[in-house]
């Protein structure tokens, strides 16, 4: 009886993780219907998405390139609705850009703390590494997470690693994830960053997002990624 109950739950969890195509971002619901068809690696969409209103390009526009061993989408920041790989998206303006997402086979290599680095200060239970010159790049190393800031001046890095740690810790680090190797590197302020977040899936697959804008919101769109079929 006990036996059947957990498989139970195993499948009704294993169900869960799939998103249908209707529960995708509608920006990318299109993508969603045909992308898992046109690659080997499962494929990760966010079923979140703040459209931050107070942008003046606020229409979200995705390129698309999908190929045996990999798939990345390009999200861009325009001023009215397009079709994904419209051909007007094929030349956007640098500025347009504000994301992206892609997986791809692979592994990721754990990056060491740089030699010259000393520590700074502790933060929930983490050491904080400085670099002692310049003072503005900060490492850090969680479970399987290695985290890279650079502020801009100030005590920037610090304020950009304590708003990650704040929302992580809301989203369990991300350990939903499943997560065998990860890697953050946020660039810029809090509420202006540039976040990379990478990380090793345990069944060989790289998965990779960038996001312009707050820190909180690339995490959000993170955790909010589904697989879908």
């Known amino acids: ?112 703390r740089p030699s010259d680095f000393v520590f700074y200060k502790r933060k929930d239970g983490v050491k904080l590494w400085i670099q002692p010159w310049i003072k503005s790049i900060i490492y850090a190393k969680r479970g399987p997470w290695t985290m890279y800031f650079d502020g801009d001046k100030g005590d920037e890095p610090f304020q950009q690693a304590d708003e990650l740690f704040k929302v992580m810790k809301k989203v369990d680090w991300l350990k939903s994830k499943n997560i065998h190797e990860g890697d953050i590197t946020i660039l810029g302020t809090r509420r202006e960053a540039y976040t990379s977040i990478s990380w090793e899936a345990t069944d060989g697959f790289v998965y990779h997002f960038f996001y312009k804008g707050p820190i909180k919101e690339a995490v959000k769109i993170v955790h909010h990624l589904k697989y879908v079929e």
């Open 1 to 112: 009886m006990k036996k059947l109950v957990v498989l139970s739950l195993i499948g009704i969890l294993f169900l869960t993780a799939f998103a249908k195509p209707n529960e995708v971002v509608p920006f990318l619901r299109s993508v969603a219907k045909g992308l898992p068809e046109n690659t080997n690696v499962p494929v990760l969409l966010p079923t979140y998405w703040n459209d931050q209103p107070k942008k003046p390009k606020n229409h979200i526009a995705v390129k698309v390139k999908a190929y045996e061993n990999g798939y990345v989408i390009y999200f861009l920041s325009m001023d009215k609705p397009y079709r994904a790989n419209d051909p007007a998206l094929f030349h956007p303006r640098e500025s347009s850009s504000i994301g992206e997402l892609s997986g791809y086979v692979g592994n990721m290599i754990p990056r060491e």
